[in-house]
């Protein structure tokens, strides 16, 4: 007997244009890198402003995150928008909840950066570099080069996907626009929310035992 599965399409091409969004919330870790390098002393004189402010660290980041996030948010939209009135790829007609997933793929991304940035003491060039490769090959898991990968690892690991920010970003589209799973799809919200937290607290960690000689 054939079932509907409540969704909006069944286009198999639809996967890579949800694994797309993916990276492109991932790519915020351009944005966290760059705000993070300019909140160390020793690496860029705005570093060495910024810390001798009496302001606590945890609220230079906090502020830095979400003024990034409300940026990146937009040019997350911009996307969706050029994907369904341009291309005539359909995202699902959950509009609130196209919403939600697309803040939360660009929080996770900024947060991502936020951690790399503060964590390593390496150049600005060599931050970026390094970073093509953090947003490329989770985007490459889940699927935007290789359709069916993100199906094969979910068969022989499915942590991979839990804990990969891209696929759980395409997870949370798929429950939205193919499958309408409302459980799943708030699970994946809740995941990438936890993962942002935890970026959040590695990031206060690489910078509030920082102390200098000289400023």
Do not use: W
Request: charged share 10%; with cysteine; aromatic share 10%.
């Amino acid at each position: 007997k054939e079932e509907s599965l409540g969704g909006t399409t069944l286009d198999p091409n639809v996967q890579y244009f949800f694994a797309l969004i993916a990276f492109a919330c991932l790519s915020g870790i351009y944005l966290g890198v760059r705000s993070s390098f300019d909140t160390q002393a020793d690496l860029s004189p705005l570093g060495t402003r910024r810390s001798i402010t009496p302001t606590h660290h945890f609220t230079l980041i906090m502020v830095d995150m979400l003024i990034l996030c409300l940026i990146h948010f937009f040019n997350i939209l911009v996307l969706n928008l050029y994907i369904v009135k341009v291309l005539g790829i359909s995202l699902g007609n959950n509009i609130p909840a196209l919403l939600l997933v697309d803040f939360m793929g660009s929080v996770i991304g900024i947060c991502l950066g936020l951690a790399f940035g503060c964590i390593s003491k390496l150049s600005i060039g060599i931050k970026m570099s390094i970073s093509v490769g953090i947003t490329l090959f989770p985007a490459f898991l889940a699927g935007l080069m290789l359709g069916n990968i993100k199906n094969i690892i979910e068969l022989h690991c499915p942590i991979i996907n839990r804990i990969n920010p891209a696929a759980v970003i395409s997870d949370a589209f798929y429950c939205m626009g193919v499958y309408n799973d409302t459980l799943r799809f708030y699970r994946c919200i809740i995941t990438l929310a936890v993962m942002s937290i935890f970026m959040l607290f590695i990031a206060f960690l690489g910078i509030r035992r920082n102390c200098y000689d000289s400023i």
